[in-house]
């Protein structure tokens, strides 16, 4: 029988079981009167309980053609298909901007603030994000930097009960920036005046790579691009680690549901932001609603006769769908 990967089925597994698991805890800790709550509970803990993959026999490729989310910020399966998707945005929008630029020179920043408790998380990341505002209208950031992406990662200090919420921040500068190195002590002023707070903040900043049509002839400019897009995936990367969820109660899942209600916490800027609105982008902060991308052939060889394969959750694992028939 042809099945998908025993690694992407197991990936899959491994995020529904914890999405499961978070909705399940949910519900027994709510009023049966909080319909609100309930439906959005039990909608989570009925995202993708059916997956449908198309196989081609000719070329031997297979995609995910359908599937069911429920778009919530705290689903563990919608937070790795929503990673995916800017992933994939990414790396088209950069390829874009190194096809017109002819270069990539790239770093990625991480700017940080100290912890919180989870009742001061919504105020923190409003900080966190004022600060990176103010860090942006900086002359020397204005100079050299021409392009941007930030999300907010957070992650949580069990021993303490703790979050730490930071920013990953992909930049992209001009060429003459190389001449003009800013060093990370020098991030880490600028960044603590902008916190504007009395300690100072920690910050990282690493070269993803500067890759250049102009420049290291000998050098295979198309698989070190490929470095930097590697680099680029810490700018897409979950909101929450798993530990996050996995290690709170049911109060502390509540208040970081209301700390990140309506948060914008991924962010693009300058020619990044230019290179989405050109291949026509949405700035949407959820995965798809639904994937549903059924082909009338295959998109890798053109082959209209396709496999249609189904998995069904069935408790801890996807198995072959009871209710369906393979068909060609």
Request: glycine share 2%.
């Amino acid at each position: 029988m042809i099945i998908p990967s025993e690694a992407a089925l197991r990936k899959w597994s491994l995020k529904k079981q914890k999405s499961e698991s978070l909705a399940t805890m949910m519900l027994n800790s709510i009023s049966e009167d909080d319909i609100e709550q309930k439906m959005r509970w039990e909608r989570m803990r009925d995202c993708a309980t059916r997956l449908e993959y198309q196989y081609c026999a000719d070329c031997g490729s297979m995609h995910l053609a359908r599937t069911n989310l429920c778009r919530d910020r705290l689903c563990a399966v919608c937070s790795w298909r929503l990673s995916m998707q800017r992933y994939a945005e990414m790396l088209h929008a950069l390829n874009l901007i190194y096809e017109k630029r002819g270069y990539i020179s790239a770093a990625m920043l991480t700017l940080t603030i100290r912890n919180c408790e989870a009742s001061n998380l919504r105020s923190t990341i409003k900080k966190l994000n004022s600060a990176f505002a103010k860090l942006r209208k900086r002359r020397i950031f204005q100079k050299y930097v021409i392009a941007y992406a930030k999300s907010i990662e957070i992650t949580k200090n069990a021993k303490n009960n703790t979050y730490h919420p930071h920013a990953h921040v992909l930049l992209l500068f001009d060429r003459t920036y190389k001449k003009t190195y800013i060093k990370q002590a020098e991030w880490a002023d600028m960044w603590t005046q902008c916190l504007n707070v009395d300690y100072t903040a920690i910050v990282d900043i690493r070269t993803a790579y500067c890759a250049d049509v102009n420049v290291n002839k000998n050098v295979d400019n198309v698989t070190k691009f490929d470095a930097t897009l590697k680099a680029a995936l810490e700018s897409c990367k979950y909101a929450l680690k798993d530990n996050v969820l996995d290690t709170s109660d049911a109060k502390s899942v509540n208040e970081i549901s209301d700390a990140l209600k309506d948060m914008r916490l991924i962010s693009y800027g300058l020619e990044l932001a230019a290179a989405r609105r050109e291949l026509k982008y949405k700035d949407e902060d959820r995965a798809v609603y639904d994937v549903d991308a059924a082909e009338l052939c295959c998109p890798k060889c053109g082959n209209e006769s396709l496999i249609d394969i189904v998995y069904e959750w069935a408790k801890s694992s996807y198995m072959p769908a009871s209710d369906f028939t393979y068909q060609k």
